[in-house]
């Protein structure tokens, strides 16, 4: 688990007469190059990351940038006998394909608490992933399998900060809530005041109030602190017309095992600092 703190700058509410962070979990993408078979929402991604840098977002990636290699297929590719030739061909096949990507996120530098390791991605002879050089590019940390980040508030009045548990995700479900309920375990392990996790594909969130004792006033009071589950969803399209394979019609992974198509996009988590009688508090909403 990997763990990092680091502080964000806030901005005028849209909504509420409040300042707030907006934080935009970005995962799942799995950018195939952008051809005609490619069934990443390719659009609808650039606009996404469009309007989060628009209104100041802070990102985390969530894995899955790149549709490239699978757990099973990057053993594979390792039990092959490869001349030194074939490996730097695929490792530049596999370096432009990146290089595709960048341009994808070109101007959101700087802009990244940090980025999971997902199920798909390329290893480099050097020790490298597509996933730690594209972190170097967009100037984050690199946060492995699971990470705690805490979100300081730097111009914010009173003390404050936003801790998030995030893991890339494991597992499937048919349902919506799927997700959810597998972050309603990690809750019982973890403190934290946001839990995301990716890998379904699924955009579904929830939150969940604690209550707890303000025992030092006087006299003393029941108050809330609000937390919040969510599946951080994905750009992949599940259901293509006209897509093909090899020359024929053939459709998508999710076609093929007749799942359920999922509603694309990213969600948007609103984070506000705000001090009650002197007491810190922190409200969080978010956005599907």
């Known amino acids: 688990m990997e763990l990092n703190s680091l502080e964000v700058k806030t901005a005028k509410s849209l909504y ?12 799942d993408v799995q950018y195939a190059g952008g051809d005609k078979n ?12 469009e309007w989060g840098m628009k209104r100041g977002a802070y990102f985390l ?19 092959l006998e490869m001349y ?39 290893e480099f002879a ?21 990470a705690m980040v805490r979100v300081n508030f730097a111009d914010s009045k009173v003390r404050s900060s936003c801790i998030i548990w995030a893991h890339h995700g494991v597992g499937n479900g048919r349902l919506l809530s799927s997700p959810l309920n597998a972050l309603e375990h990690v809750v019982k392990a973890f403190s934290a005041d946001v839990y995301l996790i990716g890998h379904q594909h699924k955009k579904v969130a929830g939150p969940l109030d604690r209550i707890f004792v303000q025992w030092e ?9 609000r937390i919040i589950m969510a599946c951080t969803g994905g750009f992949l399209r599940g259901y293509m017309q006209g897509h093909q394979r090899s020359g024929r019609a053939q459709g998508t992974y999710v076609e093929q095992r007749m799942m359920n198509p999922t509603s694309l996009g990213g969600i948007v988590i609103y984070a ?9 508090h922190l409200d969080l909403s978010v956005e599907l």
């Open 84 to 122: 030194d030739s074939t490996e730097d061909m695929v490792e530049e096949i596999l370096g432009q394909r990146l290089e595709k990507f960048k341009k994808l996120v070109k101007g959101t530098e700087g802009r990244w608490l940090g980025l999971l390791e997902g199920h798909h991605y390329a």
């Open 38 to 49: 490619d069934a990443c929402d390719v659009d609808r991604f650039q606009r996404h990351m």
């Open 16 to 27: 509420l007469p409040y300042r707030e962070a907006i934080i935009m979990p970005i995962g």
């Open 217 to 225: 006033a006087d006299p003393p009071q029941i108050k809330h602190r």
């Open 126 to 146: 050097d020790g490298t992933t597509t996933d730690t050089r594209l972190c170097q590019y967009l100037k984050a940390p690199f946060l492995g399998d699971c």
């Open 61 to 79: 990636g969530m894995g899955d940038y790149l549709d490239t290699l699978s757990p099973s297929q990057r053993a594979a590719l390792k039990k």
């Open 272 to 280: 506000r600092p705000r001090s009650s009688t002197g007491k810190y």
